[in-house]
């Protein structure tokens, strides 16, 4: 008999990750009945479809086709729309005893509004991280959804210490491990089976990989054009490719900087990729330059040095026992550490505690009880 009933979202690329080994973890529980829905908040092929075909998640049983806005107008559609799914559910005697959210994107919060508006229980996956930035949407995000969530599922002991110092009761609280590294451990031999590498003419360890989408790196004229500087002068060094996120290349384009990348021969732009050719590209790379969270946890479990654009960082362990370092937009300090992974000086890092591909097994252990 189907007695717990899981209401899972997704929303946005990083989501899929997280989502899929816990959707293939609840399987064996026949008590569990899980529902997927997806928002849409992202929707092209290349941020979307082909993660749901390479990661083997099932089609959403909903799709609220939110599309793209500001902040207020994506995160006001989600509300209204879920709200719908809820109440439609429940009006047809289907119970939605749980709505579990991953991550911190848009879809995350306004989900676990509109199911803790209706009294429904959320559970959150990757809670308690904190940048103490209230300038990164992220962070909001984050703060809303785990103040709306009694089952908390952490991936690293600060967000356990974050959650208690937030008054949180420790029983609420579950420090379980990385769910996105789950699927890291699962597809990383299919990943490097792959002809990335030769596609692109490449080798291995002699290649860096860029990536960068933040607001606070992209939106602005002088710092992009910054950053792209700083990518142009180390790409005389070492090749670079970038696979490019739609938002960063609208931001190129609008403030004329396309002709500074071209002008670097050694950079080369690609379009946003899908997990496995982006894996076999990280998984075999000299460095990594990037501004994502998700990036400074995968580099630390695959042991290639980050160098993180960012003053901040909500995942601390990533610095600490990890492959990541803070470079903040000081192009001294990107060199300076370029310098020491091209000379073998730079550390090394080790995977965290639980990041060992099982955190989705302790994440469903909880849920089905
Ligand atoms: C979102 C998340 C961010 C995450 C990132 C990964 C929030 C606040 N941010 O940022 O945490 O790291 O996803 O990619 O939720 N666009 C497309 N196609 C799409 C979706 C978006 O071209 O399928 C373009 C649109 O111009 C859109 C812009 O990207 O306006 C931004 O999309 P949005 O989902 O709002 O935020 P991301 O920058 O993708």
């Known amino acids: 008999m189907k007695n717990i009933n899981l209401i899972c979202v997704v929303g946005a690329r990083p989501n899929f990750m997280k989502m899929a080994p816990l959707l293939r973890a609840l399987q064996p529980y026949p008590q569990v009945n899980a529902k997927l ?3 849409g908040q992202h929707y092209d092929d290349r941020l979307s479809d082909v993660f749901f075909q390479e990661l083997g998640i099932k089609e959403p049983d909903v799709h609220l086709d939110v599309g793209s806005g500001k902040h207020g107008a994506q995160t006001a559609r989600i ?3 879920f709200e719908e799914v809820l109440e439609r559910a429940r009006g047809n ?7 579990v959210v991953v991550g911190d994107v848009n879809s995350t919060m306004a989900a676990a509004l509109a199911a803790a508006k209706l009294e429904i229980p959320v559970a959150h996956v990757e809670a308690g991280l904190r940048s103490f930035d209230r300038s990164m949407p992220e962070e909001i995000n984050r703060i809303v959804t785990d103040s709306l969530s009694d089952m ?4 690293e002991p600060s967000g356990v210490e974050n959650l208690l110092r937030e008054g949180r009761r420790e029983e609420n609280i579950h420090l379980v491990g990385n769910i996105m590294i789950d699927t890291l451990v699962r597809l990383l031999p299919n990943a490097k089976n792959r002809d990335t590498l030769a596609r692109h003419g490449l080798k291995p360890g002699c290649y860096g990989v860029v990536t960068l989408h933040r607001p606070s790196n992209v939106d602005k004229p002088e710092k992009l054009a910054l950053v792209l500087e700083v990518l142009a002068e180390t790409s005389r060094r070492m090749p670079l490719v970038f696979p490019i996120h739609p938002r960063t290349r609208g931001r190129i384009e609008q403030f004329g900087l396309l ?12 379009p946003p990729l899908g997990y496995l ?6 998984s ?4 990594i330059v990037t501004d994502s969270g998700g990036l400074q946890e995968e580099s630390t479990m695959l042991g290639v040095p980050c160098l993180t654009l960012r003053p901040n960082t909500e995942r601390p362990i990533t610095v600490r026992e990890g492959t990541s370092t803070l470079v903040g937009e000081d192009p001294a300090m990107l060199r300076n550490c370029l310098n020491s992974i091209l000379d073998g000086s730079y550390k090394r890092g080790s995977p965290p505690p639980l990041w ?9 252990a909880i849920l089905s009880r």
């Open 259 to 270: 002709q500074l990348l071209d002008a670097a021969k050694g950079i080369a732009l690609l």
């Open 93 to 99: 005697g289907e119970p939605c005893g749980r709505v």
């Open 152 to 155: 908390l599922f952490v991936s």
């Open 284 to 287: 075999q790379a000299r460095v």
């Open 79 to 81: 509300l209204e729309r």
């Open 37 to 39: 829905v997806h928002t």
């Open 277 to 282: 050719d982006f894996l076999a590209l990280t």
């Open 356 to 364: 060992d591909g099982r955190a989705a097994e302790r994440i469903a």
